[in-house]
């Protein structure tokens, strides 16, 4: 069974810094991508980090230049830096693991951690 487990969110100011971390456990073969996603109520779930099945990272538009994603291979944690952050970076912050697809819609979702960015 897959368990993806998020932690690290938290209420900061603006222009603050916030690492998000997630575990992922239970994945059968070791090629699988791992994504990051944030929703805020009444609006559609974003997209805005993924490390690809080959390591590849990409980031939304809206993140790109203050957000990155790393991995510990080691302790199978996929971390999500965020620096200079703006009120409308508040959000449930998702992650998400799948061995194909980690921008639409992937298969292995954690509970979420939530963000609140104060200005």
């Known amino acids: 069974q897959v368990q993806v487990v998020e932690s690290g969110g938290g209420l900061v100011q603006a222009g603050e810094s916030l690492r998000l971390s997630c575990t992922v456990s239970?994945?059968?073969?070791?090629?699988?991508?791992l994504g990051w996603f944030r929703q805020t109520p009444g609006k559609e779930r974003e997209s805005i980090a993924v490390?690809?099945?080959?390591?590849?990272?990409s980031y939304a538009d809206s993140v790109k230049g203050r957000f990155s994603v790393s991995q510990d291979h080691s302790k199978n944690t996929l971390y999500l830096q965020m620096n200079a952050l703006k009120p409308e970076d508040t959000a449930m912050y998702f992650c998400?693991?799948?061995?194909?697809?980690?921008?639409?819609?992937?298969?292995?979702w954690g509970q979420g951690t939530q963000v609140t960015v104060s200005s």
């Open positions: 998400a693991a799948d061995y194909v697809d980690c921008y639409y819609n992937p298969n292995e």
């Open positions: 239970g994945l059968t073969y070791n090629i699988y991508c």
């Open positions: 490390i690809d099945t080959d390591g590849t990272p």
